[in-house]
């Protein structure tokens, strides 16, 4: 009864995805809806990148061990948004006179190097991939726990990943609008009804905390093995940074389908209100220590606790709108994956050809990703991979918003490749940091060489003075070089 429930709940979601409209036949409306995406429109569509399933699940798994440090995710999105408040409207409006459609697009024109472009384009395509990857993951691992089968998890991850290809295919940017309306309300009282059951089984507020004081008085400080404070303060200043300056390229076509600044500016304002909910996976984690043995494997700990207090029907649909948290990023992200490669990679193509290769390789990175989440990783490490290697153009995203660009392109590519390479390299390498962010040591890194370098260009170049343009309106941007 459970799979019945939860296959018939994930192709609903792929349903609504292709529903109510004929099929996107251009590039800039199937991307970005022909800027014209109305206030609420806009604000799902924007508030369905924020919770993922890494809120369903990576966040419960590391309360239960971290304990209050988990409130990491909470800080950072709701920090970003006060930068992305002043940021977005900016990069929007300059996108809609320039044309952009692409974060890469940002980079050719405002540092006037497609060599640049091409850079970005591919590092924010590999690094995209393990978030993809950590949706489907996220996704099988749900279905798993749910209905006690381990070949439901991979039929299950097949099944959205095929739906997911469709809808983004056909409806484009507005497909993912429609389901992300569907995947906020329903991850809405997905995470009330478990928390509520949760700590029902448990106690009641506010006993049940001071029970979690005596079982491990270290999940309330952040003194938890391995998440000090040390890890918090680092993991949400690269966080913030990283996603205060939107430099997670499947986030720039929703950002730019807003029909105007103002939209997105308001979007900032109430999303910061919105990330409150985050406090329920973190409560259900910490007070799952309570019921569940301390040896259970962090990502299980929500659903596992959610079998203990809620009804088998129940947390089937739980299930379901744990689904579409991971079907809506993973559309999106798929989405930034094929609008990157096909517009800022293979650029000499017609628009006919890039919007082919497009599909193309949203085909290709959703096997891709398909292909490892099978294997099983890390959620948490997926996501932390994406931040910290993503959040190393912040510097040069930074460079390109005010009027006039006054640091040179060998700067911004040099400390750009040196941050990526950190990030990977002690990712991949498992090289010990103690408790520190490798994306905020990266960024350390980043900035001192984009310093170096740009020392060096003015020493030998001298100062050069700025390079004329096509008219942009007043309240945008000047280009220099």
Known sequence: MMTVIIVVGIVLIGLIGVAGRRREKSMSGWLVAGRKLPVWTSWFLQAGESLTTFSFLGLAGLAFVGGVSATYAIGYLTACLSIQYFVS?????IAASRGYLTMADFFRDRFRSRTLSVIVAVVGALFLIPYLELQLTGL??????????????????????ALVIVFVLWGGIRGIARVSIFKDFGMLIALVVVTVGVVAAAGSFPEVFAQVAKANDTLLTTHAPGFDAIWWVTSVAITVIGAGFQTFPHLWPPMLAAKSGNVVRSNAKWLAVYQLLLFLPVTVGMVAVLKIPATTIPNQVLFTAAQQAL???????????????????????????????????????????????????????????????????????????????????????????????????????????????????????NIPLGSWDNGFLGLVLNVVVFGVVEAIVRITRGPRAGIATDEIPAEEVEVGS
């Open 311 to 429: 009804p088998e029907w129940l947390v089937a649909v739980v299930a379901v709108f744990g689904a579409a948290a991971a079907m809506v990023p993973a559309a999106a992200i798929s989405m930034g994956i094929g609008s990157l490669v096909a517009n800022n990679v293979t650029y000499r193509l017609s628009e006919r050809g890039r919007f082919i290769t497009t599909r193309v390789v949203i085909v290709a990175a959703m096997g891709l990703a398909l292909a490892f989440g099978l294997i099983k990783s890390d959620i948490g490490a997926l996501l932390l991979l994406t931040y910290g290697g993503l959040a190393q153009m912040a510097p040069a995203v930074a460079a390109g918003l005010g009027r006039r660009v006054r640091v040179s392109t060998v700067a911004v590519s040099s400390g750009l490749v040196a941050g990526t390479l950190f990030v990977a390299v002690t990712t991949f390498a």
């Open 89 to 93: 409207p900016r990069i929007r409006n």
């Open 140 to 161: 099988g691992l749900i279905v798993q726990l749910a209905t006690g089968s381990a070949s439901a998890r991979g039929l299950s991850m097949v099944l959205a990943s």
